[in-house]
């Protein structure tokens, strides 16, 4: 059915009342009602993912995040822009990393912050694109980058996921570094670069009498 032969709804963008055929996003209903908006519809202006509206559904108390662009209006809806800007206090070069085996300690020079995630998944209920973003900045914290890049392959880089953290952390930007540095150096094993990690920093011992640690040991 055509846009124009569907019944309106009434909803309520940034407080602007207007009606709309259902068929529509929140952006499309805008434009469908007069205004040209632009400003924070990032496919028009830059950037994907900056279109992101608070959304309340009629009947329920509960506000949610999502995207205008993919937010289908409904009666009753009422819908807010959020604009923000983004933020750009992390800046590394990946060619000023040596090799992969510094990768972890430079993501904990960079993301230091990273540390103090308190688990509270605020990032992950922000997150329109549905990803576990708390398991990814887990998994970075780790040294797992290329498992911690996977997740964020659909990230659209909204920003929601640090709007949502009590802790300042960027958990789009730590996918980011993620993904880079597992595409720039084809990462070596996760594991043995978070252990030798462990011990450049003093928080693993080594125990150099133990059976197999030498290798005349390991030969007998
Ligand atoms: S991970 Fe963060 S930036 Fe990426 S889509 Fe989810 S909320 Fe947006
Ligand atoms: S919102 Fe921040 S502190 Fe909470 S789980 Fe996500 S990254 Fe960790």
Redesign the pocket.
């Known amino acids: 059915m055509s846009a124009e032969n569907q019944q309106l709804v009434n909803v309520v963008i940034d407080g602007k009342a207007i009606q709309a055929p259902p068929s529509l996003s929140v952006i499309q209903a805008l434009w469908h009602a007069g205004y040209p908006r632009v400003k924070g519809v990032g496919c028009l202006e830059g950037v994907c993912g900056s279109c992101r509206v608070l959304v309340r559904r009629e009947g329920q108390e509960k506000v949610g995040m999502e995207l205008g662009c993919q937010t289908l209006v409904e009666e009753g809806m009422q819908v807010l822009f959020l604009v923000f800007p983004n933020p750009t206090h992390h800046h590394y070069e990946l060619g000023e990393i040596k090799n992969s085996w510094d990768v972890q300690a430079e993501f904990h020079r960079i993301f230091p912050e990273?540390n103090?995630?308190?688990?509270?998944?605020?990032?992950?209920s922000?997150c329109p694109k549905n990803i576990n973003?708390?398991l990814g900045?887990k998994l970075a914290g780790e040294g797992r980058f290329r498992e911690a890049g996977e997740l964020f392959v659909e990230c659209i880089m909204c920003n929601l996921?640090m709007t949502?953290?009590?802790?300042a952390?960027a958990?789009n930007h730590?996918g980011l570094f993620a993904r880079r540095v597992t595409a720039y150096f084809h990462a070596r094993p996760s594991n043995l670069i978070h252990r030798l990690e462990l011990l450049r920093k003093g928080e693993l011992e080594v125990d150099c009498n133990s059976p197999g640690s030498q290798p005349d040991n390991a030969a007998n």
């Open positions: 990273a103090s995630c308190r688990h509270c998944g605020g990032c992950y922000a973003v708390e900045v996921c949502g953290c009590p802790e952390i958990p730590v």
